[in-house]
């Protein structure tokens, strides 16, 4: 296709091939969208039954991975020759609680998990206990030194149960407020996640950590908070370095309004105090936390499912493309009610992606560098898989080119645009833009930075190690679909976040696939580049990672 092609002579093109494979004329070849329909057919029916990790669905996705990866023709890249690379996991389950309340000046407040109160535990025991455990709200949680910012001003959580809120500090700000552009406005930093917050009350010795819920600043509903049912993952750690939290969860908005009111206090104003540099934490008069909960913990092995084509010239340098393969599997939902999360387009679309760019890398010649695919698990467990592939690495990090990602693409067809995640990182995405120009389409930033895209995502391990990435990530914002605009993309968007790690995240026989596979295709063609050839993608300056990869600059031949 000429690079310059006008977008709407490609209109008939794109609708002659809909159903049929891709072709040089095609903005998406040389991905098939049929094919990628058919993938995730397959890994979203109720066979796989949600591809839950260390259960009969994974052994199912695993052995079907490892023979799409022979059919392609690739290599093995696992552990000792193999397909695969073994994932220890940390597996714990909330059970039904003994008592479970707060106590506010002597009077119980009852807390109904699911309801009021969702809690997990990342710790190996069988029994969670905390005795009238004081509350103390400490804001955003966040300590931030380089930005002039302390929420804790030096309080001691140890034995105490952390409140936050959730996002960042200036996420909620005012023009004017001392707070605004402190941090990163409506573009979410690390600081704005959960995992930080966890992270932070942990290493203040908190006993517990409960994040208020608002929708808005979380960037997803109750539903999606409590989808996991009191199930949890992690890697499985040595040592008490970077102990987690005992127990940490999530209050339900309505239900912290009601906690804190009857402690006398107004969230609502408090919210806004929280934004105040000076804000110093307040302990909830007369409250007190009391669980006792049973906790089922088992050590289980989960497993990467990673293919290669050895490179012909660079065999030691790495280009990686990556999704993950696992969903959330069989489950309750609120009513008690047994489903299956299918995660047909979380992620059985990025899945479907990766086979496809594998395939076209097998059918031309073999790239100068080594090009993998891997197949990552428990991602939606905390970016378990790629973690753990980042902390024990079957190719040197500090010789991987580029790393991209695919989580979730979209399903309604052909768009004008193509979403660039964390804007502003990394050479990749210029040359991003570049492919995307060449297909007719531009390029933007994420239309939703609050959600903080680029912290959710198998890249972040990469990233944290200094190799340059790139994510696609569909739910970046409402695309602008040939077929309606923005309003139809935005509709689409609207529809799938309803369905975002619910049972109904199923496959459909009438998605329009190609859009899909546009932004396939603009993954394969800057990854390509990258494989044939000798240079090194770089962060731009001012990007927090820049310094990890200079440290790292003596073991590449950068020119």
């Known amino acids: 296709m000429p690079p310059h092609r006008p977008r709407a002579a490609l209109v008939s093109a794109m609708l002659l091939a809909a159903a049929s494979p891709a072709h040089a004329a095609s903005p998406w070849a040389p991905i098939d969208p049929g094919r990628m329909s058919a993938t995730i057919r397959t890994l979203a029916s109720d066979a796989f039954a949600g591809r839950a990790p260390a259960t009969a669905g994974e052994a199912k996705t695993v052995d079907w991975l490892i ?29 039904t609680p003994a008592r479970l309340d707060a106590t506010i000046n002597g009077a119980p407040m009852a807390l109904e998990l699911k309801k009021d109160i969702y809690l997990t535990t990342l710790s190996p ?21 380089e930005r002039h910012w302390d929420d804790y001003k030096g309080v001691d959580l140890k034995g105490k149960v952390a409140v936050f809120l959730i996002n960042d500090p200036d996420f909620d700000a005012r023009p004017g407020e001392a707070v605004a552009g402190r941090f990163g406005g409506r573009t979410m930093t690390y600081y704005g996640r959960w995992t930080y917050k966890y992270e932070e009350a942990a290493r203040r010795g908190a006993i517990a950590a409960l994040i208020v819920h608002d929708t808005p600043g979380a960037s997803y509903p109750w539903t999606t908070v409590i989808a996991p049912g009191g199930e949890a993952f992690d890697i499985v750690r040595q040592g008490d370095a970077n102990k987690p939290v005992p127990l940490q969860g999530w209050l339900e908005g309505d239900a912290a309004h009601r906690l804190f009111a009857r402690a006398g206090l107004d969230l609502a104003a408090l919210r806004v105090k929280a934004r105040d540099p000076d804000f110093h934490p307040v302990t909830l008069p007369g409250t007190t936390l009391t669980a006792d909960l049973p906790v089922e913990t088992a050590t289980l092995q989960s497993r990467n499912v990673i293919g290669k084509l050895t490179g012909a010239r660079h065999p030691d340098e790495t280009v990686m493309y990556g999704a993950h393969w696992d969903a959330f599997g069989v489950g309750t939902d609120a009513q008690g009610r047994q489903v299956i999360r299918h995660g ?17 890398f097998k059918a031309g010649h073999r790239p100068d560098r080594t090009v993998l695919f891997a197949a990552w698990t428990a991602e939606e467990r905390g970016l378990l898989g790629s973690t753990w592939y980042a902390a024990h690495p079957l190719a040197p990090l500090a010789r991987t080119a580029a790393n991209f990602t695919i989580d979730v693409l979209q399903t309604a067809g052909p768009a004008h645009n193509a979403f660039i995640i964390g804007a502003g990182q990394d050479t990749l995405q210029d040359d991003l833009t570049e492919a995307a120009r060449a297909q007719g389409r531009v390029t933007q930033p994420e239309a939703r930075p609050e959600r903080g895209a680029f912290y959710r995502a198998d890249h972040l391990p990469f990233a944290h190690a200094g190799v340059p990435v790139v994510a696609i990530m569909g739910m970046a914002g409402p695309y602008d679909l040939l077929s309606g605009g923005i309003p139809a993309g935005a509709a689409w968007l609207k529809a799938y976040a309803a369905c975002y790690h619910q049972p109904c995240d199923t496959w459909d026989l ?33 990007s927090e990672f820049a310094g990890i990869r200079a440290a790292s600059a003596a073991e590449r031949s950068d020119p």
């Open 67 to 95: 023979a799409q990866y022979r059919d392609i023709g690739l290599e093995p890249g696992g552990e000792n020759g193999g397909w695969t690379q073994s994932v220890p996991l940390l597996r714990t389950r909330i059970g």
């Open 125 to 145: 025991v069988t029994r969670i206990r905390v005795d009238a455990a004081p509350m103390v709200f400490v804001g955003y949680g966040v300590n931030a030194p």
């Open 344 to 360: 047909a387009v979380d992620d059985g679309s990025g899945i479907a992606a990766i086979l496809e760019i594998a395939r076209a």
């Open 510 to 542: 009438h998605w329009d696939l190609r859009g899909a596979a546009e932004d396939a295709a603009l993954v394969y063609q800057v990854g390509r580049t990258v494989a044939f050839s000798h240079t090194w993608p770089q962060w731009k300056p001012g």
